[in-house]
């Protein structure tokens, strides 16, 4: 739980873009969260409420993570919605491009799953160029989605069609 405090830190400070809806300083209910992972982890994929965790790590700790979970539609289990992190000094190291392909390639291996989805504020250029080189595609933007101190914020969806 440490690397994910410590990610949501870095949420708008300083050049890092603002990347998630957790506002900095809010607390987080990390037993909440810590339930999620440990009941994800154990149900099978295609289930409600499972989820899988890749994460890298130096002799610090965890430096980045990718992770897929069930949407929350049981008419979507054929999709899974992405979720990424690698902490600021370890950015564009390629941890985020390893990670992901270790992800993909479990996904692909799993039959009910057809479709990868992430979601990114439109503002965030890195993550959309990101994605956009591993072959996700732009399905949806959402404008005025969101609202960060008064200011309209776009969210972009993208998916990645897991087989022909």
Known sequence: MVHAETQAAENGR??????????PGRPRDLNRVRKF???????????????????????????????????????????????????EPHRRSGIATDLYAAAIDWARAQAQLAWL???????????LRFHRRLGFVETARIADLFRFDGAPVDDVRLSLRLRP
């Open 117 to 127: 989805d992430a979601e990114v504020f439109a503002h965030n250029e890195p993550a």
């Open 37 to 87: 992972i440990d009941d994800g982890l154990q149900r099978p994929a295609g289930e409600p409420g499972w989820c899988r965790l890749w994460i890298a790590d130096d002799a610090s700790g965890i430096i980045g993570s990718v992770g897929l979970r069930a949407p929350d539609e049981r008419l979507s289990a054929h999709r899974a919605m992405v979720d990424i992190g690698v902490l």
């Open 14 to 23: 300083g050049t890092t873009v603002r990347f998630a809806l957790r506002e």
